[in-house]
Nanobody, 123 residues
Framework: QVQLVESGGGSVQAGGSLRLSCAASMYTYSRYCMAWFRQAPGKEREGVAA????????VYADSVKGRFTISQDNAKNTLYLQMNSLQPEDTAMYYC????????????????WGQGTQVTVSS
């Protein structure tokens, strides 16, 4: 039983900020590998940011490094994506992804996805 619900998307001008949330429901949130993806029209879905399954670190796509910050609140089973200095190229549908943690450093190939939340950045 895994359910993911994204929220926080919207329309913003270039240079603005948004904070996305992913409300997760599962047996034990801490045993899942969490990440954010996005997909723009006509393009493949790409990874944006993730929390590393081992040491609790973070990893970002080069295109968002320095502007986006991924975080989570385990007590609330919620994943966040703080997006600053937004640019038109960030316009996309943003998705939350969860994978079961099979061991300290290994995540399952099985993926769970939220419905997505739209982010539109105008110039």
């Amino acid at each position: 039983q895994v359910q993911l619900v994204e929220s926080g998307g919207g329309s913003v001008q270039a240079g603005g900020s948004l904070r996305l949330s992913c409300a997760a429901s599962m047996y034990t949130y801490s045993r899942y590998c969490m990440a954010w993806f996005r997909q723009a029209p006509g393009k493949e879905r790409e990874g944006v940011a993730a929390i590393t399954p081992g040491g609790g670190g973070t990893v970002y796509a080069d295109s968002v490094k320095g502007r986006f910050t991924i975080s989570q609140d385990n007590a609330k089973n919620t994943l966040y994506l703080q997006m600053n200095s937004l640019q038109p190229e960030d316009t996309a549908m943003y998705y939350c992804r969860a994978r079961r943690r099979l061991s300290t450093l290994i995540c399952s190939v099985d993926q769970y996805w939220g419905q997505g939340t739209q982010v539109t950045v105008s110039s």
